[in-house]
């Protein structure tokens, strides 16, 4: 537990400072708060975290509502999120926050475009739903490489690949949770979560396969930007 210091980009006051200025050193996140986990999604324009006692505060653009304070105005320190729900758990996706409160029922705000839902479903704008998961729920989400469709991981263990009109497994892994996943652009890579392991494929090349072993379960998985 601790202070929290950002640096880096800071068009949406991403940095939590109280200012919009970009910094190229370490600056405290404002409001004095002793944070016990923070979380912010690949993009990096809002940032959150989980402060002492459980409360979740966010900060930085919030066109979506990702900051979950009830508005669409971005800030530059800490807000609290609304309802006043204590948390144990937080996790970022691209413009949409969910969150684990100690009553262990999840929560989440932002941008709902996909319609990543826990029913296994996923919907998209023209209304179009796609049963993703038929045996179980959604419970990651992220852009599919070439930018069309979604990939999502379930609880089914399957990683998939949903757009208009159908859905195809990517990958799978028996008797795991998806519990986090990400892709890059430039690359073509996706990487995912299962417990311990960290499961790498290449939508260009269907025999690419890596894994990663840690210590620990994997929270959450980004690609490096550059």
């Not at 459980?54 to 971005?74: H, K, Q, R």
């Not at 319609?115 to 179980?136: I, K, P, Y």
């Not at 852009?143 to 263990?157: I, R």
């Given at each position: 537990?601790g202070v929290?210091?950002?640096?880096?980009?800071?068009?949406s006051g991403?940095?939590?400072?109280?200012?919009?200025a970009?910094?190229n050193?370490?600056?405290?996140?404002?409001?004095?708060?002793?944070?016990?986990?923070?979380?912010?999604?690949?993009?990096?324009?809002?940032?959150?975290?989980?402060?002492?006692?459980?409360?979740?505060?966010?900060?930085?653009s919030n066109g979506?509502?990702?900051?979950?304070?009830?508005?669409?105005?971005?800030?530059?320190?800490?807000?609290?999120?609304?309802?006043?729900?204590k948390?144990i758990?937080?996790?970022?996706g691209?413009?949409?926050v969910?969150?684990l409160?100690?009553?262990?029922?999840a929560?989440?705000?932002?941008l709902?475009?996909?319609?990543a839902?826990g029913?296994?479903?996923?919907?998209?704008?023209?209304?179009?739903?796609?049963?993703?998961?038929?045996?179980?729920?959604?419970?990651?989400?992220c852009?599919?490489?070439?930018?069309e469709?979604?990939?999502?991981g379930?609880?089914?263990?399957?990683?998939?690949?949903?757009?208009?009109?159908?859905?195809?497994?990517?990958?799978?892994?028996?008797?795991?949770?998806?519990?986090?996943?990400?892709?890059?652009?430039?690359s073509g890579l996706?990487a995912?979560?299962?417990?311990?392991?960290?499961?790498?494929?290449?939508?260009?090349d269907?025999?690419?396969s890596?894994?990663?072993?840690?210590e620990?379960?994997?929270?959450?998985?980004?690609?490096?930007?550059?």
């Amino acid at each position: 537990f601790g202070v929290a210091y950002c640096w880096g980009l800071n068009a949406s006051g991403q940095l939590g400072n109280g200012s919009t200025a970009a910094a190229n050193t370490p600056v405290a996140v404002a409001g004095g708060f002793t944070f016990e986990s923070l979380t912010l999604p690949q993009l990096g324009h809002f940032a959150g975290g989980i402060v002492s006692g459980g409360a979740a505060y966010c900060w930085g653009s919030n066109g979506t509502g990702e900051l979950g304070d009830g508005t669409t105005t971005s800030r530059s320190v800490p807000g609290p999120v609304a309802r006043g729900l204590k948390f144990i758990s937080l996790s970022a996706g691209y413009d949409h926050v969910c969150g684990l409160t100690r009553e262990l029922a999840a929560y989440c705000w932002g941008l709902n475009t996909y319609g990543a839902l826990g029913d296994g479903t996923v919907r998209f704008e023209g209304g179009e739903a796609v049963e993703a998961h038929a045996d179980g729920a959604v419970l990651c989400a992220c852009l599919h490489p070439s930018g069309e469709g979604v990939l999502t991981g379930g609880d089914d263990g399957r990683v998939v690949w949903s757009r208009p009109g159908g859905a195809e497994t990517l990958a799978e892994v028996k008797g795991r949770w998806i519990d986090a996943i990400a892709a890059s652009p430039e690359s073509g890579l996706v990487a995912f979560a299962a417990g311990r392991d960290v499961h790498v494929r290449d939508v260009k090349d269907a025999a690419f396969s890596r894994t990663f072993a840690h210590e620990r379960s994997v929270a959450d998985v980004a690609f490096d930007p550059k």
